[in-house]
């Protein structure tokens, strides 16, 4: 049974940085291609990043693009997000996204980010 734990959500101030982690089972998580998105509180599903199986290739959407950065550790079965100059509007329950076959197939309960004065 696949599993997907998000971990490292928490307050943080404007400016300041986060790193989330996604540990997975159940799976191969070195021939997946894993995601982050992200839901803001009365908003609707933003997809945040992705990076290919073999982590040859990463993609971010523009409100992220300089700030974020996914990496995975395919030995620990882990993905990461590293958040720096974080803003308001990245307030939201972040999700770890398997990007499977047939399309996003499994997800992760969710870490929440709160980026507050």
């Known amino acids: 049974q696949v599993h997907l734990v998000e971990s490292g959500g928490g307050l943080a101030q404007p400016g300041g940085s986060l790193r989330l982690s996604c540990a997975a089972s159940?799976?191969?998580?070195?021939?997946?291609?894993m995601t982050w998105a992200r839901q803001a509180p009365g908003k609707g599903l933003e997809w945040v990043c992705g990076?290919?199986?073999?982590?040859?290739?990463?993609y971010y959407a523009d409100s992220v693009k300089g700030r974020f950065t996914i990496s995975r550790d395919d030995a620990k079965s882990t993905l990461y997000l590293q958040m720096n100059n974080l803003k308001h509007e990245d307030t939201a329950l972040y999700y770890c996204?398997?990007?499977?076959?047939?399309?996003?197939?499994?997800w992760g309960k969710g870490t929440l980010v709160t980026v507050s004065s």
């Open positions: 996204v398997r990007d499977g076959a047939y399309g996003y197939d499994s």
């Open positions: 159940g799976f191969t998580f070195s021939t997946y291609t």
């Open positions: 990076i290919y199986s073999d982590g040859s290739k990463t």
